[in-house]
């Protein structure tokens, strides 16, 4: 965007919305509500926040959601924590009440886009995106593009399977790395190995106090994100991978573990240059990088 120009930008999630005005590459305004219930309610809410953020120069709404947007990111072909919107022709709507061009699209896909073009891989152009929380999504840039896939269903990496035996996961696969990676599965492998945490958060502190079973945990999680990350290194050769999401937090002991999967793994090639990174932008992460996504979709 240039200096004359913003974005509306939305983070929806189950619990809160998230609406800001993005300029000169940064939030200037922000608003937080909880997330209504029912299909009019998040679009009016949205809306109405929208037009009173609206000011000369603004392009239009991006809004990133969980979930799966369709190809033409006008609305959300599958959230499954917000089933009400479920085919609702959201961005339709959006614009007949602003006036406003709006997108929508999976909020680890705009994730990814805030972390590359503003935060721990700006300028870089090739860039993949694991974002760990209560599941492991995430998203991937292919020469300074959102790589979206034939159905807009790309870059599901956290059900890549690392273990044909291993652990029931939620899509109903076995041993996806969500199921040892995510902040949710840190907690549960800590406790698994003996220790009392019964959050990432607790494990977190325990394993710096020594404890072993939460040590082990990470261990187990980073050495399962080491194993995914080299099978994409070697399919997609990137110049980087960004660690983000609320189990980021983990960086520090998720990160040598890592490494050493990546230094059996990856071919050497791949690792020419490839640089492993942790997320710079916290929450800001998708309202920046709606801001980035509607300026390419408006192109």
Not at 43 to 62: M, P, R, Y
Not at 119 to 146: D, E, P, Q
Not at 165 to 177: K, P
Not at 256 to 283: D, H, S, Y
Request: charged letters at 20%.
């Amino acid at each position: 965007m240039s200096e004359n120009q913003a974005a509306i930008t939305v983070d929806l999630g189950g619990t809160n919305l998230r609406v800001a005005l993005v300029a000169n590459n940064q939030v200037v305004k922000r608003i937080m509500h909880p997330t209504p219930r029912g299909a009019e309610e998040i679009v009016g809410l949205i809306s109405k926040q929208a037009l009173e953020f609206t000011d000369q120069g603004v392009i239009g709404i991006a809004i990133a959601a969980p979930g799966t947007a369709s190809p033409q990111m006008d609305r959300l072909s599958k959230a499954p924590n917000l089933p009400e919107l479920n085919n609702y022709p959201m961005a339709a709507e959006i614009t007949r009440q602003t006036k406003l061009p709006c997108i929508i699209e999976n909020d680890a896909n705009v994730y990814a886009m805030g972390e590359t073009f503003f935060g721990a891989a700006v300028g870089l152009h090739t860039v993949v995106v694991y974002t760990l929380g209560t599941g492991v999504g995430g998203g991937i840039i292919l020469s300074g593009k959102l790589w979206r896939g034939v159905n807009g269903a790309a870059a599901e990496i956290g059900h890549i399977s690392i273990d044909e035996d291993g652990h029931l996961c939620g899509c109903g696969a076995r041993g996806c790395l969500e199921t040892y990676a995510s902040a949710t599965a840190m907690a549960r492998l800590a406790k698994e190995y003996g220790s009392e945490a019964n959050t990432a958060k607790k494990a977190f502190e325990l394993a710096h106090e020594g404890d072993e079973g939460a040590q082990r945990a990470f261990v187990r999680a980073g050495s399962a994100l080491g194993i995914a990350i080299a099978g994409m290194l070697n399919t997609l050769n990137p110049q980087a991978v960004v660690i983000g999401g609320g189990g980021s937090s983990a960086y520090p002991l998720l990160e040598p573990e890592i490494e050493k999967q990546l230094k059996v793994r990856a071919f050497p090639a791949a690792l020419e240059n490839f640089k492993l990174l942790k997320c710079t932008l916290g929450n800001d992460a998708a309202l920046l990088g709606g801001a980035a996504l509607l300026k390419e979709a408006l192109q």
